[in-house]
């Protein structure tokens, strides 16, 4: 089974930017759907971000709340995915997984968590109000 390592995370100010990366190990990330997902305290993990497999056109999706700070991408020689936060707001507080659906090429246009069968363990990223 696919292994999933996130790193990045941490504490940011107001206005600052982090970047996770996610490494997987014995895959190739660039043909399947890569999608990021956070869990503040208290509440239902939500999607943020999603990347297709280059073979669906690498689509990358938003939700509304990060749209137009974060960014997504992956670097297919490395087998890893990355989240490019900017701009980063108290709000966006919270446990980010990445995950992997070795099922998927193309992303389902409502992802949730039940599409991807494998996560990593989460890095925790702290932005103070």
């Known amino acids: 089974q696919m292994q999933l390592v996130e790193s990045g995370g941490g504490l940011a100010q107001p206005g600052g930017s982090l970047r996770l990366v996610c490494s997987a190990s014995?895959?190739?990330?660039?043909?399947?759907?890569t999608g990021w997902f956070r869990q503040a305290p208290g509440k239902e993990r939500e999607r943020v971000s999603s990347i297709s497999g280059s073979d669906s056109g690498s689509v990358t999706t938003y939700a509304d709340s990060v749209k137009g700070r974060f960014i997504i991408g992956r670097d297919d020689t490395k087998a890893t995915a990355y989240l490019q936060m900017n701009s980063l707001k108290p709000e966006d507080t919270g446990v980010y997984y990445c995950?992997?659906?070795?099922?998927?090429?193309?992303?389902?246009?409502?992802?949730?968590?039940?599409?991807?069968?494998?996560w990593g363990q989460g890095t925790q990223v702290t932005v103070p109000s």
């Open positions: 014995g895959y190739r990330l660039g043909y399947l759907c």
């Open positions: 995950a992997v659906s070795t099922w998927y090429s193309k992303c389902p246009g409502q992802m949730n968590t039940q599409d991807f069968d494998s």
